[in-house]
T-cell receptor, first 111, second 107 residues
Framework: GAGVSQSPRYKVTKRGQDVALRCDPI?????LYWYRQALGQGPEFLTY????????KSGLPNDRFSAERPEGSISTLTIQRTEQRDSAMYRC?????????FGPGTRLTVT | GIQVEQSPPDLILQEGANSTLRCNFS?????LQWFHQNPWGQLINLFY???GTKQNGRLSATTVATERYSLLYISSSQTTDSGVYFC?????????FGTGTSLTVIP
């Protein structure tokens, strides 16, 4: 596609439910990144992949968060047993070499 | 992780004015990028600039990697330049973002 796409764009869920956020990177981009952005803050690193291999997951806040990219293209970020503090904008980005391109984000609200 | 500081935190300009935004970082990096977050929340990549100077229209950027800072210049500002400007530095695949400079251009 022309750019990075994410779905859903908005997600409202009740505390304790699981959510899955999807990222479709730019075709051919090797690297894929997940970030979380709180209001008024810069994006915070969560994890990244090269192809299907998860290179670094040190930014995932706890073991309720996981990510996968099984075929080296689409990626899913899963949050289990959501909590109110998980509410944020979740952003995906991809890159071929150096310049990273962000998707529009998924606004997650946990009630 | 790497500390990234941006200044000023807030900036208000009259349309047509020029400005300089600064990004300081605490460690050696192999990647530095500038982004503009527009009022609709979209993050737009402005420059990939780990060192040297680049220009794109009214925007230009300079990174002095040995002194661990980068500057973003905006000339003849327009209301569409409003938003938050982020600097992101990369090391070993991770990117660390500053807290941004919020720019408001008034007509």
């Amino acid at each position: 596609g022309a750019g990075v796409s994410q779905s859903p764009r908005y997600k409202v869920t009740k505390r304790g439910q699981d959510v899955a956020l999807r990222c479709d990177p730019i075709s051919g981009h090797v690297s894929l990144y997940w970030y979380r952005q709180a209001l008024g803050q810069g994006p915070e690193f969560l994890t990244y992949f090269n192809y299907e291999a998860q290179q670094d997951k040190s930014g995932l806040p706890n073991d309720r968060f996981s990510a996968e990219r099984p075929e080296g293209s689409i990626s899913t970020l899963t949050i289990q047993r959501t909590e109110q503090r998980d509410s944020a904008m979740y952003r995906c980005a991809s890159s071929l070499r150096q310049s990273i391109q962000f998707g529009p984000g998924t606004r997650l609200t946990v009630t | 992780g790497i500390q990234v500081e941006q200044s000023p935190p807030d900036l208000i300009l009259q349309e047509g004015a020029n400005s300089t935004l600064r990004c300081n970082f605490s460690d050696s990096v192999n990647n530095l990028q500038w982004f503009h977050q527009n009022p609709w929340g979209q993050l737009i990549n402005l420059f990939y600039i780990p060192s040297g100077t680049k220009q794109n229209g009214r925007l230009s950027a300079t990174t002095v990697a040995t002194e661990r800072y980068s500057l973003l210049y905006i000339s003849s500002s327009q209301t569409t330049d409003s938003g938050v400007y982020f600097c992101a530095v990369g090391q070993r695949g991770q990117f660390y973002f500053g807290t941004g400079t919020s720019l408001t251009v008034i007509p």
